[in-house]
């Protein structure tokens, strides 16, 4: 197997307090991989650190998810030109390695006044979505009647001063937003200003790249507003499919009337009443939801994967001088010894399929076949995913996969990774991938030709 990275430095670090619940050692326990009784968790710990080339010093835990290690910082950081050329000095990246930018307010979009909903009167929350991503941070200002949240720039908001017992929270990633206040006494519009680009939480590709610079390569393109359909009068439930897939996960906002939708990137939609669905391979959508008098519009903004995008750039014009943060999507990128189970007996063979033993997650890699003593010959390519089969309930730690390779030669090799439509969905990269057992079932094929 490969993997690649750039450390110039190696040591320990050891932390002076206990990882709690509320202090994981990742961004939350789902991401941590590591038991709760871990000795690892304890205060003194040697967690052991590495330094890279640009002087970032990250703690190297059993994550999948990595964190910044690379900056846009200084003069043009960022070209406004087709393709857009990114400057990262001594970045130490390749071509072909993906990678994400966050917090950069590089050639932003202003929207002003875009509804958010209404908030209805006698309640305390409101949940909602912008329908643009790539929110530059503490660029975001809501407006529910009197009361003003203001991004702050750390994912919360301050308020106005007529405000008691407000709060609120922003997902960058995906414009998602919970809003807190004190009983409002009518139904009260929602609206929104904010900024956003087409750079920010989005994975790229690196297609260009020398010592100081790159170019990128975008698989997401985004949807905004696509007319869905129409309720029934009377109705309780709905169901459509979207225009364009496959979706990306974690993406998918929905709106019809008051209520707002929200992809919980696991299939499911959070808002309206009982469980709502989305199918990231269909598009199909299915929403339930309290009586609806009278025929409503249903709304979609979404993101989804796409091999026609242009490399990234911009319309001309004076060049970004900001910063930015950039942190590595590693892939996946295993090989198979060549198997020839019958070479003493001069016989090809047929590998009819292949179990593997994988964590059990919610992504998909693929498997590619290739055929005699070289690896340049492949026969086909298979997706797996690590997620539970069909309707089954059943939850393990581990779970088998029955691939079906059928393929015949003298040598066969298989290769295990990541697509670039798997590397720039986060259901796929963000999911924990362990290979634990593999067994090939095989019989002998006729004599070598």
């Known amino acids: 197997s490969f993997f690649n990275d750039s450390f110039t430095t190696l040591g320990t670090y050891q932390k002076i307090s206990d990882y709690t619940w ?59 030109a087709a393709p857009a050329i990114f400057t990262v000095t001594n970045h130490n990246l390749e071509v072909g390695r993906f990678i994400r930018i966050d917090n950069t307010r590089a050639f932003p979009v202003s929207i002003a006044a875009e509804s958010l909903g209404t908030a209805i009167s006698g ?137 707002t939708f929200r992809d919980n990137e696991d299939g499911t939609l959070d808002g309206g009443n009982g469980t709502s669905t989305i199918d990231y391979v269909t598009g199909e959508v299915v929403l339930n939801y309290l009586l609806l008098a009278g025929a409503t519009a249903v709304t979609g903004s979404y993101s989804h994967l796409s091999d026609n995008e242009n490399v990234l750039g911009f319309g001309g014009g004076a060049n970004y001088d900001g910063t930015g943060e950039i942190s590595v999507i590693n892939n996946i990128n295993i090989k198979s010894k060549r198997f020839s189970p019958f070479l003493d007996k001069a016989s090809d063979f047929r590998l009819k399929f292949v179990d593997l033993l994988l964590a059990r997650g919610r992504g998909s890699f693929e498997i590619d076949t290739f055929v005699d003593q070289t690896n340049s010959q492949e026969v086909n390519t298979l997706t797996v995913s690590t997620a539970n089969e069909g309707e089954s309930t059943f939850s393990s730690e581990k779970i088998w996969k029955k691939v079906y390779v059928n393929t015949t030669s003298n040598f066969i090799q298989l290769q295990m990774t990541r697509s670039k439509f798997q590397m720039s969905n986060p259901i796929d990269y963000r999911t924990n991938w362990v290979l634990n057992a593999m067994i090939l079932d095989v019989e002998g094929a006729g004599r070598l030709k």
């Open 123 to 259: 309640t305390t929350t409101f949940n909602c979505a912008i329908a643009n991503r790539g929110l530059v941070p503490a660029t975001a200002v809501i407006t529910l009647g009197a009361i003003t949240f203001t991004d702050v720039g750390d994912g919360s908001f301050s308020f106005n001063s007529t405000t008691a017992g407000a709060s609120g929270v922003i997902n960058y990633d995906n414009g998602f937003i919970t809003l807190t206040f004190t009983a409002i006494g009518a139904n009260t519009a929602v609206t929104v200003n904010y900024d956003y680009n087409t750079i920010n939480t989005r994975p790229f590709e690196l297609v260009t790249s020398d010592a100081n610079t790159f170019s990128l390569q975008p698989y997401q393109a985004d949807v905004v507003a696509e007319a869905i359909g129409t309720t029934t009068a009377n109705s309780t439930s709905f169901s459509d499919t979207l225009d364009n897939i496959p979706l990306v996960a974690g993406t998918v906002k929905i709106i019809m009337g008051t209520n």
């Open 22 to 80: 509320t202090n994981p050692p990742a961004p939350s326990w789902d991401q941590a991989n590591v038991q709760w009784n871990s000795v690892s968790n304890q205060s003194f710990f040697p967690s052991v650190v590495a330094g890279n080339q640009v002087g970032f010093i990250e703690v190297l835990l059993n994550t999948t998810i990595n964190e910044q290690s690379l900056d846009l910082v200084g003069a043009d950081s960022i070209t406004n």
